[in-house]
């Protein structure tokens, strides 16, 4: 499974930016798909995954209410709206696979910055 990211950039505090992740390969197999992300000096963390066969989602905490994920299964991607944003969601964005076997892909990061 081949994961790419795109939509990442610069926006003001407050603002909103769409990510996507292209899935291509043996997608099929996919069981769940998230996104987690990654800012200087911090370990990565769970930012959202959804089910992809059921549909159901799990989200960090801090992202409840502001972020929103959803996948196009006929188009092997998937999103994450990102609203209100804040400078503290300032980090390389990856996507991630897990299938049926429990194997793990990333993606290669999106860069997501926001200036106060």
């Known amino acids: 499974v081949q994961l790419v990211e795109s939509g990442g950039g610069l926006v003001q505090a407050g603002g909103s930016l769409r990510l996507s992740c292209a899935a291509s390969g043996s997608t099929f197999n996919i069981k769940f798909m998230g996104w987690y992300r990654q800012a200087p000096g911090k370990q990565r963390e769970m930012v959202a995954t959804?089910?992809?066969?059921?549909?159901?989602?799990n989200y960090a905490d801090s992202m409840k209410g502001r972020f929103t994920i959803s996948r196009d299964n006929a188009k092997n991607t998937m999103y994450l709206q990102m609203n209100s944003l804040k400078p503290e969601d300032t980090a390389i964005y990856y996507c991630?696979?897990?299938?049926?076997?429990?194997?793990?892909?990333w993606g290669q990061g999106t860069q997501v910055t926001v200036s106060s």
């Open positions: 959804i089910s992809r066969s059921t549909n159901n989602t």
């Open positions: 991630n696979a897990v299938n049926i076997a429990g194997i793990y892909y």
